[in-house]
């Protein structure tokens, strides 16, 4: 995640030195926060809109030419119609791709509330964020996505300002204390997309319409759809490899992964994959565990 | 057990969070990347069995159903059943390739997406690969597939048990039609429609049938934590499914060691709201 840039609102700034503080902390992760020596000092956001744009860059209307080349690096795959058969109807070729400039823009609006609510931290003198919450929504329906990062500053009690970014956790209360006890430190909540988009072939489509491998062999057996396939395992690839890139040699933990499908029309659809988690880093090695007791609750 | 045996509770919780504060001010120690969907707790329950996560990974796959497989007709549906079970076998294929490549000897919370359509069946699995800490790399053939969650995990291995892998089964059955008359003389009537109750049964000897020849050939004693799905399909209300799918268990020592629980009792009082007749 990136470094905040430093505009903050006035009226934030007026706020923040008002003296009591904001949060939204239960009252049992309030508790936890206490004991291990955090004292809350404000609920800190960042808000970011986007608008798509170019979302339907590459669309329907460009088929019927040649396939789209791919930008390099990205994840590209055509499919070649075997029968020989041209039409206006038919498909001559299908093709899954990455969509990079979706993904570029939803890390760009992503990235941005992030590091708005960094800024915030950092004006009150935080060391960390704890209990982030994400929300990614419509405002309207002209394709405006607007990214909320919301999440509770803390101070060590007593420690001097931290020389480094606030580090941040979707976790808090006493799932956040058993991060610690097992060794591990937070450095930063992980956000990650992936978008592909699917040109169904002639093949694709005969199979998701259960006619088999032409339109004439409704009788064959099943069959897999591997272009379908090949499409989700590549968005799915795709999201944990830009994970990755993030991890800088520290662990992720309670990876959270959405899959959504859309269809624009027929045989044109996206695969988006979410992928949320915890950036952790280990302090220090595991102590050694006594095997849990089972136990059984009379109640 | 006493605080004083209990290590997570030994420690100076403040002090271990300023050293682990201290600990971001220097770059990371490299170490390899993991990532896993498992919570702090499922990963301590892991740890404490010499066990550790690898990597998050997934497996799927997406099989056409022919068309006109749906209509009206008797007995079961096999062209159904055949693309469910072709979709549960490559998915599965694909997550042993998945885990066998990050490291993992087996793959353990497997979430389990499974969609009918009229005309393909989609299947997605997704869950984090584990091994005994520090194992060597085993073959795709070796790692096993658990919808287990680590917690169960845990409570298996520590009672002599091991997960050997998915047992699934599927059938998809007519429901045969009345004859008219039939129809006609039951129409006033509370009645069982026996087409749809033998075509459940049907339906079901189908599937337990085939997930116990899986499990008995991974060389399984039994499936433990087995999901059931069954019903008429919402797009063919004349064709009923079952399907069954859980994980096959083995003993893995001599004899079952016995847990022997500890009974607790709880000494929070239940939730009382404020009531004011109390008061009177």
């Not at chain 1, 409704?218 to 999201?239: H, L």
């Not at chain 2, 899986?214 to 004349?238: C, N, S, W, Y």
Request: aromatic share 8%.
């Amino acid at each position: 995640m990136g470094n905040p840039s430093g505009d903050l609102p006035e009226a934030v700034e007026r706020r923040f030195a008002a003296g009591a503080f904001s949060s939204g902390l239960s009252v049992p992760d309030f508790a936890a926060c206490l004991d291990m020596g955090f004292e809350p000092i404000g609920l800190v956001q960042g808000f970011c809109a986007m608008q798509w744009g170019w979302y339907t860059m590459g669309g329907a209307f460009r088929r019927g030419f040649s396939p789209y080349g791919g930008a390099p690096g990205d994840y590209l795959e055509n499919y070649q119609c075997p029968h020989g058969m041209r039409s206006a109807e038919h498909r001559a070729w299908g093709q899954n791709y990455e969509q990079s400039w979706i993904e570029g823009a939803w890390r760009e609006g992503f990235t941005s509330a992030y590091s708005r609510m960094l800024e915030e931290a950092i004006a009150l003198g935080a060391h960390g964020v704890v209990g982030v919450l994400d929300t990614v929504g419509e405002i309207s329906d002209l394709g405006v996505i607007e990214f909320h990062i919301r999440g509770t500053a803390i101070r060590v009690t007593g420690a001097p300002p931290s020389p480094v970014t606030p580090w941040t956790t979707y976790l808090a209360g006493q799932r956040l204390t058993k991060i610690f006890e097992a060794g591990y430190v937070p450095v930063s909540i992980i956000a990650s997309v992936a978008s592909v988009r699917v040109w169904a072939s002639c093949i694709t489509e005969y199979l998701l319409e259960g006619l088999g491998m032409s339109m004439w062999a409704a009788n064959s057996g099943p069959a897999e759809v591997e272009q379908m396939v090949s499409a989700r395992t590549a968005a799915r690839e795709i999201v944990r490899a830009h994970a990755r890139q993030q991890l800088d040699g520290d662990a992720l933990h309670g990876v959270d992964v959405l899959v959504s499908e859309r269809e624009f029309e027929r045989g044109d659809m996206e695969i988006q994959c979410l992928l949320r988690g915890n950036r952790l880093r280990r302090f220090k090695d595991f102590d050694p565990l006594p095997v849990p007791q089972p136990t059984v609750r009379l109640s | 057990m006493t605080t004083a045996d209990d290590p997570m509770h030994a420690l100076d919780l403040k002090a271990e969070v300023r050293r682990a504060m201290a600990s971001l001010e220097t770059p990371a120690p490299y170490g390899g990347s993991t990532t896993s969907d498992l919570s702090i707790d499922e990963e301590l329950n892991l740890h404490s069995i010499g066990w550790e996560p690898v990597e998050l990974v997934s497996g799927l796959s997406v099989v056409s159903v022919p068309w006109g497989a749906w209509n009206w007709g008797q007995g079961e549906i096999s062209a159904a059943s055949e693309a469910h079970e072709q979709a549960f076998r490559y998915a599965i294929a694909r997550l042993h390739n998945d885990a066998a490549a990050a490291g993992g000897h087996g793959v353990v919370g497997v979430h389990i997406a499974r969609s009918v359509h009229p005309r393909h069946i989609e299947l997605a699995l997704l869950g984090t690969a584990v091994r005994p800490i520090g194992a060597s790399v085993v073959t795709e053939h070796d790692v096993f597939v658990s919808d287990l969650s680590a917690r169960d995990f845990t409570l298996l291995m520590v009672s002599g048990w091991q997960p050997l892998g998915l047992a699934y089964g599927a059938s998809f059955v007519y429901a045969p039609r009345r004859s008219v008359g039939a129809v006609l003389q039951q129409r006033s009537q509370n009645v069982e429609l026996t087409n749809f109750t033998e075509a459940m049964y049907s339906a079901r000897e189908g599937a337990m049938e085939r997930m116990q020849a899986m499990a008995l050939a991974l060389k399984g004693t039994g499936v433990v934590d087995v999901t059931v799905i069954e019903g008429p399909m919402p797009f063919a209300p004349h064709a009923v499914e079952f399907a069954s799918w859980g994980t096959v268990v083995r003993r893995a020592t001599d004899v079952h060691r016995r847990l022997h629980p500890r009974m607790v009792v709880s000494l929070d009082d239940p939730v009382v709201l404020f009531d004011a007749r109390t008061l009177s």
